[in-house]
């Protein structure tokens, strides 16, 4: 049985700008082949299990040859397998997806494809430059700045500029001196506003604002190179006046996220909409304990509880998820009062329905325990994770609460990819890093064993968190409360 291939576009770097039927679509492949140049918030997207393929396309440098992803395509189709081509941009837009369509057509393979947001778009809207605008053109031209091999710029520069409007190189900058040449060989006036956006859409950005004639000379004084797009016409003088990107709060900050995958999203998302740079480096797994049989029997006798006690989002979910597996639902829990530790597991709670009957001031195992053993009259659940905090049970003895404490998951150290992080960090540069759990401090330790950690600046979410980050030598600051939104905004305030 044959497969399908399905090319993606993934856009111009930012994560956000993947399209919900990209991410649909890249969710279910069985293998993804990909290009340097989508960009690494969307390859964190890939499924886990799925075969990745690096064919490492980027401009002017193809270790791949395209005729060989063609063929790797084709291939892993004939095997019966879900394969997703994902392609920085747009699959069409000087992208050679045709090419690599032509192939499948030949051996009848069924194909899909899911367009993308060029950077020819995407890159110049970062920079504060509408590619069109009624007072300035009514035109928009996309051309290749790419030439084969010792071949010259197959471009009619005299036809550009009869037709006038909005200009955007793609792949141009070894051959930006020459389009800027042919451009004004062909009459157009040096001072025409003229820009460069290197990475664009990514934290990386840069941007390049000149005048036609100028804009050689100044694009190499700031060493711009590619990935890179060329944009000339009068909308480039808007730039300055739109320029959004460059105002946000954590532009250009480097953000290391040390949350389970599951649960990262969130915060990356958050922190890339202000601007930061982020690396997903999972530290960590939350793993349900299974078979447990002291939770089922737990919600066997839930009636016996007056209280049920979550520390975490993930208790939640386990719990829940042990819930529906033996026939039941939130109905079960008629009569019992439910605890969390803080306002992310109330949102979890809250999915399945429910509302908190109690929770502290300060989100942590302290001060839920205390305020829970003032008001427990009764017997308490605990559903949390295997290695939970003893501050917690320790209020409950004081005041000679009767508990169970059921360990419903565990924490699982992961081992993510270290050699980048490692790099910078012997390079001595400082290092943001958001710590959400003492166990991701934990984990990110373990995970780059031997490193120095004194250039970490550890963003921590809560006292037990800092604690564990201080006692390795990392550089501590706390959120206000144990939120993400607070978490985001000591990231706004460190510098």
Known sequence: MKGKVTLVGAGAGDPGLLTLK?????GRADVVVYDRLVGEGVLAMMPPGAEKIDVGKRSAHHPVPQDEINEILLQKALEGKNVV??????????GR????LEKLCERGVE???????????AAAAYAGIPVTHRDCCSSLHIITGHARAGKPLQIDFDALCRAGGTMVFLMGVSAMPRIVEGLLGAGMPPETPAAMVESGTTAAQRRCLATLGTLPEKAAAMGIHSPA???VGEVCALAERFGWFDRLPLR???IVVTRPRERAGTLCSRLRALGADVLEYPCIETVPIDPCPELDRAIGCLGGYEWLCFTSPAGVDVFFGRLGALGLDARALSGVKIAVIGTGTAGALLLHGLRYDLMPEVYDARHLGE?????????????RAELGSAELTAALDGRAVAYDDVAVYRTVYASPRSDELRHELEDGGRVFVTFTSASTVKGFAGSLEGAPLGSVVGLC???????????LGIETYTAEKATIDELIELAKKIN
């Open 111 to 121: 194909f899909e494809v899911v367009p993308g947001v060029t950077s020819a778009v």
């Open 229 to 231: 797009v060329i944009i």
């Open 461 to 471: 979410i809560g006292r037990q968190t800092a604690e564990a980050a201080g006692k």
């Open 252 to 254: 250009g900050r480097r």
């Open 85 to 94: 081509r994902l392609k920085g941009g747009d699959p069409f837009v000087f």
């Open 97 to 100: 997806g045709g090419e690599e």
């Open 22 to 26: 990209g991410r649909e679509v890249l």
């Open 371 to 383: 305020l829970l053993a003032a008001r427990a009259q009764g017997r308490v659940l605990i559903a």
